[in-house]
């Protein structure tokens, strides 16, 4: 099993709202509303970048009623540079491992980013059923909403319903189909492989689940963030 490292905390503020994470050459960032907080390898701070607007290379807050919503998620290049889901303002943003702002690709809202193992970028959209591959100069679609009746959504509870979930390896696209309990695949076509999983609490049965992660062995880790524990399905399953 594993064991407790340490908490990560900011020398005289406490974290806004971190929605997620990524590690970068010993370095963890960490995306907090519209803001970007770098640590080293042992959990010390090292310093924060980022500033709210709409002009080139800030990130966009969106005011819900009160809960104040930005960027959706960060991941890591190939060469190492951090991209940035900048959904409010309708674009991704791409920063250097020290947050200095490089471009922005525009896109319509994007909500989850994952690259392949060739380093390919895909990106899911946020509130429709999109999932698109940047091939370096533009977008083109994967996956339209031809599958939407696979996925449950609940307006009133976006966060535990849709797809909360992305990860691509080995010529398969893993989605997680949180509000149905399920992980759904496809191959780089659009074609529907398989669902696997189903509501439950027993082996290989989830509870909305949310996070995927595709490992150096192939073995695909599962957040069932309902029943409160990781799931790993080895290879071949």
Do not use: C
Not at 69 to 91: C, H, K, Q, S, V
Not at 100 to 115: S, Y
Not at 214 to 233: F, K, M, T
């Amino acid at each position: 099993g594993g064991s407790f490292l340490y908490n990560l905390s900011l020398p005289g503020e406490d974290f806004i709202k971190p929605v997620d994470a990524v590690i970068v050459k010993d370095k963890i960032y960490v995306l907090d509303l519209d803001r970007v907080h770098i640590f080293d390898k042992n959990g010390n701070y090292i310093k924060s970048f980022g500033e709210r607007g709409e002009d080139e290379g800030k990130l966009g807050v969106f005011d819900n009623y009160g809960d104040l919503m930005g960027p959706m998620d960060i991941a890591a290049g190939e060469d190492n540079n951090l991209y940035i889901a900048d959904t409010f303002n309708d674009r991704i943003n791409i920063y250097d491992a020290n947050g200095k702002f490089l471009r922005q690709i525009e896109i319509q809202e994007p909500k989850e980013i994952t690259f392949d193992e060739k380093g390919n970028m895909y990106v899911l959209k946020n509130g429709i059923f999109s999932l698109v591959k940047w091939d370096g100069m533009s977008f083109k679609e994967v996956l339209n909403d031809r599958f939407k009746e696979l996925f449950y959504e609940d307006e009133r509870n976006p966060e535990d319903s849709g797809i909360q979930g992305i990860a691509v390896k080995n010529g398969r696209i893993y989605l997680s189909n949180t509000g149905n309990h399920k992980i759904e695949v496809f191959d780089l076509k659009g074609t529907h492989i398989e669902s696997i999983g189903g509501f439950g609490f027993e082996k290989g049965r989830f509870n909305t689940p949310k996070g995927i992660f595709i490992d150096n062995e192939d073995n695909l880790i599962v957040a069932d963030s309902g029943n409160h524990r990781l799931i790993l399905l080895k290879k071949g399953r």
